[in-house]
């Protein structure tokens, strides 16, 4: 199984931490071509629009631009879910992070690269 995670920074920061640019948002908008409010849940079936360019280690870097939602599932919020790697039950109001918390996973295309160079070893990667 394969699976990728994508977001799109509202705000640049240098390395002290301040903002730097003000960034347009994530933009979500329904067949019609109208802004898209809703909660999308799993199931639903988007079109997404990526923005893609090579930093300066030549990593790609892959950001969200736009959401396009063709068929719409509603979000539906549980007690928890399932999680099979793990073998238990991670219970929602465990799992929920205040927006203070979030970190960039991937920093800036200034920051350092931490991977190994982005070499697929076990071939397995289908990009």
Known sequence: MFAAQFSRNVEKRNAEGEVTKELSPLKV????????????????????KMFAYRNTDDALVLMLD??????????AREDGFFDEELGITIKASETKVEEDNVRDEFGSDESESDTDGGEDTDGKCPF
């Open 29 to 48: 908008i329904g067949s019609d071509g109208e802004p898209f409010t809703e909660e999308v849940g799993n199931g639903s079936v988007c079109h997404v």
């Open 66 to 75: 736009t959401v396009v939602v063709l068929e719409h599932v509603p979000y």
